[in-house]
């Protein structure tokens, strides 16, 4: 067992730029402790919900754990939340539940069912482009690329707009979480991609298309409002998935056995494949909510005003819910991870279409390179919010 001397606060941002065995652990000990650690200062400080049962009931009951006041860490700064708009994440009832009902038909089972001839259509294309060009980095070349194409054409992205677009997604995502702070650069970028969601959004106004854009710009969502979401939906829908499938291909590299499992019988262990990797390397790392009211959850008392931090790395790690819960194993039932979030009106709406990207993707690659493996270890981007591969040299 791994072990760290050095001190343990989650509210430093040194912490996250430890080597990960030693998060690992600091995570551990903290889930044998009695009650929850409160970490930082009297301003921004939290209580860390670092058991899977808390972050559950945390995520379950969001009129005692809110999430109006700002979600990340830090939270954004008030006049930013008036600039760009607020963010579905950073929403209560009933604005929360007004936007989600409008959204959540883009993300049916039905809806994304439907997709599925394009999510095929592209994982050929990816593969095609690989096969021919032998890219070196499987993170631009293969995991980015996948999700962010199946939001722009659900979103209906003109294709003439998506370079641009690209790149400020990858610049608002920059040292996010890694220092506490947000950086111009990421606001900036912020304002260019609402810039081009406003600009397709006035145009699908005069002619609506069988697009999200169109959708949601005809049901009366303001500039602000419309701004917010598509900024969420290309960060958030891009960047978790991208994420979770670099790490898919390094756990397959180095779980040999698991590997053979899934390439054996592809259709018989995808499922628990996606699931394990979501639940192994946990996309998203914490959630911030503010406490309505005095609460006792797992008799700790909280006072109205506390902050709790639902940390998902943590929960997923959690030896009362999983079985040898440091081992990667697509065979694992049941997997209760709360990877996509603990269930509650913030769960990821995206679920679905991840899984049948993720799915899609590595049929694909195993069926026509099936020597294709990570070569080296992942670069990771130092970040108490994601845990973002930066890179990732593969081979096939």
């Known amino acids: ?44 400080g939290f209580h860390a919900l670092v058991r899977h049962r808390d972050v559950v009931e945390a995520s379950r009951n969001p009129k005692i754990f809110t999430s109006g006041t700002g979600v ?36 049916t089972p039905r809806v994304v069912g439907r997709i599925a001839s394009d999510v095929e259509r ?73 810039h081009v969601v406003g600009k397709v959004a006035r145009e699908r106004r005069r002619e609506p298309a069988d697009d999200l854009i169109s959708a ?13 979401f598509f900024s969420l939906l290309l960060v958030a829908g891009v960047e978790t ?18 590997r053979e499992l899934l390439t054996n019988d592809f259709d018989r262990h995808a499922a628990g494949f996606v699931d394990e990797v979501v639940r192994f390397s946990s996309p998203i790392i914490q959630f911030r909510r503010t406490v309505s009211e005095d609460y006792e959850l797992g008799g700790h008392p909280l ?9 998902y790395t943590s929960a997923n790690r959690d030896e009362a819910v999983f079985d040898a819960p440091d081992s990667f194993d697509i065979t694992r039932k049941p997997n209760p991870h709360v990877g996509f979030g603990g269930g509650g009106p913030h769960f990821c709406l995206g ?6 990207e993720i799915t899609v993707l590595f049929r694909e690659l195993l069926t026509r390179m099936p020597g294709i493996r990570s070569a080296g270890a992942p ?18």
């Open 1 to 44: 067992m791994v072990t760290t001397t050095r001190p343990l606060d989650l509210a430093d941002p040194g912490f996250w730029r430890l080597p990960e065995e030693e998060r690992l652990a600091a995570f551990r000990a903290l889930r044998e402790l009695e009650h929850p650690v409160r970490f930082g200062d009297a301003v921004n």
């Open 72 to 107: 990340t860490t830090p939270r954004p700064p008030r006049w930013v939340r008036t600039v760009f708009g607020d963010s579905m994440v950073n929403l209560d009832d009933p604005r929360h539940g007004r936007l989600r009902a409008v959204v959540s038909k883009a993300f």
């Open 122 to 194: 592209l994982a050929t294309a990816i593969a095609d482009d690989v096969l021919a060009t032998r890219p070196s980095d499987f993170v631009s070349a293969v995991a980015g690329r996948m999700p962010f194409e199946v939001i722009c054409d659900m979103m209906g992205i003109p294709a003439s707009y998506r370079p641009e677009v690209l790149a400020q997604v990858d610049h608002s995502t920059e040292r996010t979480g890694g220092r506490f702070r947000v950086p111009g650069k990421n606001l900036r970028a912020l304002a260019r991609l609402q």
């Open 216 to 228: 949601l710009a005809n049901a009366g969502l303001n500039a602000r409002e419309l701004g917010s």
């Open 241 to 258: 998935t991208r994420n979770t499938i670099a790490h898919g291909l390094h756990l397959l590299t180095v779980n040999e056995a698991q």
């Open 303 to 311: 006072r109205a005003g506390d902050d709790v931090v639902l940390f």
């Open 351 to 356: 679920t679905s279409l991840a899984k049948q």
């Open 379 to 396: 670069v990771l981007a130092p970040s108490s919010f994601d845990n973002r591969i930066a890179r990732l040299q593969f081979t096939f």
